[in-house]
């Protein structure tokens, strides 16, 4: 099981996108759903911060480890992500991952997240 928390900083001028892109997910709730199992993905949650005029994306996540790569994906929602990357999310900025602390989770939710099979 992977947990992660990711920082991504978001190109200059881009941050209406970005704004336009969360709102298009809320809206888009069932396809978003149908991602999910595929990448093993039990909870990805989105978060946003601008610290001295600079906007970044933070993107928790708790992941199975073999996961399908949203590269392999054939849905048309994960190709919509892959665009909205490439248009947004600063290149020459290296996600940075942080580093977990403490992990409190109840055990049988840790054991719930489970692939299907």
Known sequence: MKFELMRFRVLAGK???VQEWMEF???NMPAVEETLE???MYVES???EQIDGVYYLYW???QGDNPQSVHD???WLDHKHLEFWR???DPNYPGVKLTPK????PQRVLESMKPLP
């Not at 403490?102 to 989770?105: I, T």
């Open 15 to 17: 941050e209406t996108r």
């Open 25 to 27: 997910l809320n809206a």
């Open 38 to 40: 595929p990448e093993q």
């Open 46 to 48: 989105i978060f946003a």
């Open 60 to 62: 928790y996540s708790v």
């Open 73 to 75: 994906s054939e849905y």
């Open 87 to 89: 248009e947004c999310i």
């Open 102 to 105: 403490v992990l409190m989770l």
